[in-house]
């Protein structure tokens, strides 16, 4: 039973919002543009594109137009989930980056050999298409106009802006588009974007077809051919989202799903299947006993999801199914020592910079929906003349050979990016997610036990101080976290790396949305980020 409390936890001093119609995201204004498509007769889905479609928009630090999806809805009757994270260019070979980047350890991480097909736009107009109630055109509407109005930036955003400005300003178009004046704008100034403006106009007009197969398709393979990428016409027309079944990892009466390979959701589903096996129920949210036991989980999660997860198709060893083998994660859960940090290994199963937001309404449809241009504003490439910027996905292939995840063509990357989304038995608990590179899975395990073993509610669960697993026995952890908690942690052997305020990106941004027993919503909103929970 989740339990609200009018003081504050964890010092936030954000209530969570208590609604029949709820949206969440990273920044209110497309929070606002989700609310006013339920407010205009939308469901969920009409809100959840309508605040995807204006993120790209006022948070482009994030996602973009060029930005990857996914997303798991609940439609009153099931779940469905979408992958619409893009396929990379037929012509990127092993040999052409062996080639072209020689002695090189790793993937391009900027510029146009780091980008791989859109496949946002493709996820719009296919969760429209099958669910939406208003006309595609509708949702564009609050995008279109705060990006020929102008919008005032926000503060995480404009921080963000600023820091990708050193980096990005040399890469094609990036200055010219999101540098006016030479700089960063600042937060409290405007941004006015027509470029993406017009392209959203054409995007809405053609239900998404001059993005792949028309004008929009032809002036990105137009820029790529000038900077001598490989992505061609025939690579943007074949790309299509797929609906796909969901991965699922259950911990007592509650089951976590996620968007199968070649995402890492995967991981969160064994962490939280191998805490099944250990001694976490007996103890609190912020025992730092729970935290080492969830940390060591997390670890052998993640080791496993970095050597096996990719595209399915390259899958052929180790499969979904031989990750989440009862047997096989037992068998890891067995390794955790509850005294002890440990570096560990990936396992050996037998063969076989984002937005995240949130939508649900009175009917009972509950969206979970995720964003990313991947590294911040991605590749830094902008399309002259359309306000496109790319993301960077490409940079989630490995060159390493024999690898499931090296680079090949036409094949989707290892993707950071997962919904997330709980069951309680046959009916839906939770929507939500936590955005942020590597800390999603793990920032997902922390939601859900804060949540559904510890009975926190979603604002308690995100104003939380949060933990994060680097390499080895690394540890990543908030300053906000107590003095004796550190101590205790350090005692168990994690070497501890206290990150400041000002780095808080690093520990995700959570937009969550919980079912009441009696009807209605509970939304919670990231601290961390500049968004909130909005509902009526």
Known sequence: MTAFDAVAAYG?????????????TSQPLAAEAGVRM????????????AAAITLTIVEPTGNGIGADAFAILWDGKGLHGLNASGRSPAGWTPE??????????????????????PGAVGAWSALSERFGRLPFEALFEPAVTLAERGFIVSPVIGALWAR??????????FA?????GGRAPRAGER???????????????????????????????????????????DDMAAERPDWVQTVSGRFDGVTLHEIPPNGQGIAACMALEMLAHTPVRELGPDDPRAMHIMIEAVKLALRDAEAWVADPKAMSDVGAEALMAPGYLAERAALIDTGRAQDFGAGAPRRGGTVYLTAADADGMMVSFIQSNYAGFGSGVVVPGTGIHLQNRGAGFVLDEGHPNRVGPSKRPFHTIIPGFLMEGAAPRMSFGVMGGPMQAQGHVQMVLRTA??????????????????EGVGLAVETSMPAATLEALADLGHVLNLEPPDAAFGFGGAQLIQRLEGGGYAGGSDPRKDGLALGF
């Open 96 to 117: 052409r980056f062996a080639g072209r980047f020689s002695g090189r350890a790793a993937m391009p991480e900027r510029g146009w050999d780091s980008v791989t097909v």
């Open 164 to 173: 990708a400005a050193g980096l990005l300003a040399g890469e094609p178009g």
């Open 38 to 49: 339920l407010h205009r007769g939308g469901n969920a889905v009409d809100a959840a594109l």
């Open 176 to 180: 010219e588009h999101f540098l006016p």
């Open 191 to 233: 941004f006015v974007n027509l470029p993406a403006a017009a392209s959203l106009r054409e995007i809405a007009e053609t239900k998404g077809e001059s993005f792949y197969r028309g004008p929009l398709a032809e002036r990105i393979v137009a820029d790529a051919a000038r900077h001598g990428a490989a992505l061609t016409l």
């Open 453 to 470: 073993l510890w009975g926190q509610d979603v604002q308690t669960a995100a104003d939380a101080p949060r933990w994060r697993v680097t």
């Open 12 to 24: 936030s001093r954000r209530s969570p919002v208590l609604a029949d119609n709820v949206v969440a």
